[in-house]
């Protein structure tokens, strides 16, 4: 069964988060930073049903996307909340891209994209201590084998272990 996820987004909810996150101080032309109440609406695109604005100030034309990873892409508000989402919580591109029924190439270039600016823009700065405390954690990339055996019950001296384990960065 198809869940038509982007239909349960309203467009001007989705409009309202992108706004606020992407451009915390409000829509400017990203020419001269006049603010979007001195632009006309120039046109609502067709695929996405983004509002193009002209600068009444420099005469160029943007939008929402403009200054962004999504810029040129025609997605609507919904795909973007949404695809955001989804790389955030590691949903592959194969099942992002049937979600939202986006290209999985535009999905693969766009999380891509994300994710070099989320690398490029880590701190720098050293954590405050030498001791940070870690959970394990364990990923099943699926069944490799069929018929799997049961994992071994645990010993004597791991079930008495109630401490989680402590890794040392240096």
């Given amino acids: 069964m198809e869940f038509p996820i982007t239909d ?30 001195q632009a006309n609406l120039f ?19 943007y939008n929402l ?31 992002l891209a049937a979600e939202l029924g986006v290209d999985y190439n535009t999905v693969l270039h766009l999380r891509r994209r994300l994710q070099e600016n989320a690398e490029r823009l880590q701190p720098e700065t050293p954590l405050p201590d030498l001791e940070a405390e870690s959970d394990e954690f364990f990923q099943n990339a699926g069944e490799k084998r069929s018929g799997m055996c049961e994992p071994a019950p645990p010993s004597p001296a791991e079930s008495q272990q109630t401490s989680r384990p402590r890794h040392v960065l240096q």
């Fill in 8 to 37: 349960l987004l309203s467009a001007e909810e989705s409009e309202r988060w992108i706004l606020e996150h992407f451009h915390p101080e409000g829509l400017k032309c990203p020419w001269c930073q006049s603010p979007v109440e």
């Fill in 43 to 61: 046109r609502v695109t067709r695929k996405s049903k983004l509002k193009v604005y002209r600068c009444r100030k420099c005469k160029h034309i």
């Fill in 65 to 95: 996307y403009t200054g962004t990873v999504f810029q040129q892409h025609h997605l609507t508000p919904q795909q973007v909340v949404l695809l955001l989402r989804g790389v955030l919580k590691g949903e592959t591109s194969t099942e």
